[in-house]
């Protein structure tokens, strides 16, 4: 089997960056064998790459009366060969900070104001005044800001259509970041889902976009007065209270124990292909 190269080809040129866009090299195979044959030596043959350009695909053209074979390498831009490689695209982010509240059943520090009683909340918050397992705390919901942050991508439709790539979005929705990520220390980005449109038939490309809650580590937390050290944004802290007697017939709430709860799984976010 023989590989020529037969001339220069075709070329497309934009006309707005002034760079090769497309490349057709035509090469004729003399005493092919089988045509799978033949076109496995010419991919191992011809360039990887023209102009910049890599090889696309081989295209057959036919056999001539002598049985000889002509086949053409097509280059063109990665973007344009539909494959799935989303390397070169930068998303486009956009940050959204608001208002939210978080319910707080004990105070940070609590003092009594007024009244002579001899009660003590011990840092409950709206708590009804009765003991045992009749205690309750309304407790108060606390302003606190609520950051969104989302991130618009043009990605290979035949990635973000593919089933497996669906599994692997919603196994990571509800999950926390595990390692940093778009400079958000570990435990302080929640995925919230991704969505997109299919565009019409033929389109090679579509644009994705995907939403992300936020909130900050904390360092030097307080329960109830107690110093609790530091938590990661989506971790809970709780306490736990007991009711007594705390002398002269008056109840008084004590805080037993204060709990660092983690209520979400951390995962990895590098699947998103973000």
Known sequence: MEIKRLNEGSETWNANTGAC?????PFYIMQP???AEAIQALLAAAPGTYSGLPLKEIR?????????????????????????????????????????????THAISQTRVY???????????GWNG???????????DVPCADMRETYTKTMSRSKVTG???????????????????????AGEIMFLGMSFSTPSKGAKK????FNFRVMPNESGCKVAGKNVGSKKGFEYLWARSETKDGGNGYPEVQVNSIYKS????SANFGALGL
């Open 33 to 35: 064998g089988s045509k």
């Open 130 to 140: 009765k003991s045992g397992s009749e205690a309750e705390f309304s407790g108060v």
């Open 21 to 25: 866009t497309s490349a057709e090299i």
């Open 206 to 209: 579509v644009t994705v976009t």
């Open 163 to 185: 089933t497996s790539y669906k599994k692997k979005v919603a196994a990571l929705v509800g999950k926390v970041n595990a390692g940093t990520f778009k400079g958000w220390s």
């Open 262 to 265: 983690i209520v979400c799984e």
């Open 115 to 125: 009244g002579g009683s001899g009660d003590d909340a011990g840092g409950g918050i």
């Open 60 to 104: 057959f053209e036919g056999y001539d009366a002598g049985g000889n074979m002509d086949l053409t390498a097509v280059y063109s831009e990665r973007e344009s060969s539909g494959g799935d490689d989303d390397e070169g695209e930068e998303a486009t982010e956009s940050f959204d900070c608001g208002g939210g509240t978080k319910h707080m």
